[in-house]
């Protein structure tokens, strides 16, 4: 089927399409005869090949020129292999995928650690090829309730619809509950679609509140409009979920997850901590920033080996601006071809005590964002 959009599609460029064509029958090489029909349907792999417009593409064919650069070179290929084709590949294979792509890019050479039953013992080793140093990432995102879940998708699918369905206005808006009934939720999608056009026709602000949610689109000359209605209905100029299903500070500090994680490193060895945060958690964390950070720092201040911890996340229609932070930590924005953006969190531990040379550190840094 993939094959036939490729060679359908009249959009795209005919080296496009060849380089298209060319990552899809590397990824049926690599990943093993029947892995399509048993990966399931929500597998990232899956969902790639089922994006057609250009930027998509182009995603595809770089993520394959990073597992034919991976595969020649000394990385342990054949562990990064068995976490993409994994039903945790979500979890861990293209997390480690993106780490590695990063990294590499600002200078580092990756290699994939197998895991060790009954041993602590880190994901990937990094090796800063300017200076020789090493530094050792371990991995974690945190489980999800199936109620979380189901919030995160039906936001997830909301916020598509808003985002890539006719044009881009600026909206604000809140969903107030889960709507647990299916028909509903197409209701609002359809509802959403309406006040798209709505705007488009009309040239104003449009609006609809209910139960479920409250939400308005504007087109450029009504942004006024549109502040007044996010006063009058108290939210903020984007779309917010359920804020309260996605805080995460606590779970990784307050339940000891970075302590678990940062033992995984020997304290001999310097340690980076990566951890993939739900999108919600990081729309709502402009709120509490200071406090989070406060909340990490402290958590990291008695492991000296550990450099710093990574939350980052992957936005569709992010409206926010990057903070400037101080004490070495940052908060970056970034956009890839297709734009999905991504939000990257670096808490730098102020009591690091392991021997990093500082341009190790600022390259490390770079590869963050």
Not at 115 to 134: A, M, S, W
Not at 212 to 237: N, P, T
Not at 325 to 353: M, W
Request: with cysteine.
């Amino acid at each position: 089927m993939v094959y036939q959009f490729i060679e359908q599609d009249m959009q795209l460029s005919p080296t496009l399409k060849q380089d298209w064509k060319q990552a899809v029958g590397f990824l049926k090489a690599e990943l093993g005869k029947g892995f399509f029909n048993n990966c399931g349907r929500n597998h990232p792999v899956l969902s790639m090949l089922r994006g057609v417009g250009e930027g998509q593409v182009v995603d595809l064919v770089k993520l394959v020129e990073l597992l034919r650069q991976l595969k020649i070179t000394d990385t342990n290929y054949p562990v990064l292999i068995s976490k993409i084709t994994s039903k945790r590949a979500t979890n861990e294979g293209f997390p480690f995928l993106e780490i590695a792509r990063r990294h590499i890019l600002q200078g580092f050479s990756v290699y994939f650690l197998e895991e060790v039953q009954g041993q602590k013992n880190p994901d990937i080793r990094l090796r800063h090829e300017p200076t020789g140093e090493l530094v050792f990432v371990e991995l974690s995102k945190l489980n999800e309730s199936e109620k979380r879940s189901l919030a995160w998708e039906q936001y997830r699918r909301l916020r598509n619809v808003m985002t890539f369905y006719g044009y881009d206005y600026p909206c604000a808006g809140q969903l107030h509950q889960y709507i647990a009934d299916r028909a509903v939720e197409n209701m609002v999608i359809e509802t959403i679609k309406k006040l798209k056009d709505e705007v488009y026709e009309n040239k104003h602000i449009a609006s609809y509140s209910d139960e479920y949610l409250s939400i308005a689109f504007a087109d450029a000359g009504s942004i006024q409009a549109l502040d007044q209605w996010c006063a009058q209905h108290k939210v903020q100029r984007r779309f917010q979920g359920l804020p309260v299903e996605f805080k995460d500070t606590y779970r990784l500090v307050g339940r000891g997850r970075i302590k678990d994680e940062a033992i995984q490193i020997h304290p001999d060895q310097c340690g980076l901590l990566y951890f993939p945060i739900q999108f919600l958690y990081f729309m709502d964390l402009s709120n509490d920033l200071p406090a989070a950070i406060d909340s990490f720092t402290s958590a990291l201040l008695p492991f000296t080996h550990i450099i710093g911890l990574v939350l980052y996340t992957e936005i569709i229609g992010a409206n926010q601006t990057p903070f400037l932070l101080e004490d070495g930590h940052l908060l970056s924005l970034t956009a890839n071809e297709s734009g999905i953006q991504r939000y990257t969190l670096f808490v730098q531990n102020s009591n690091f005590k392991g021997s990093l040379s500082s341009a190790a550190m600022a390259d490390l840094k770079k590869a963050m964002v």
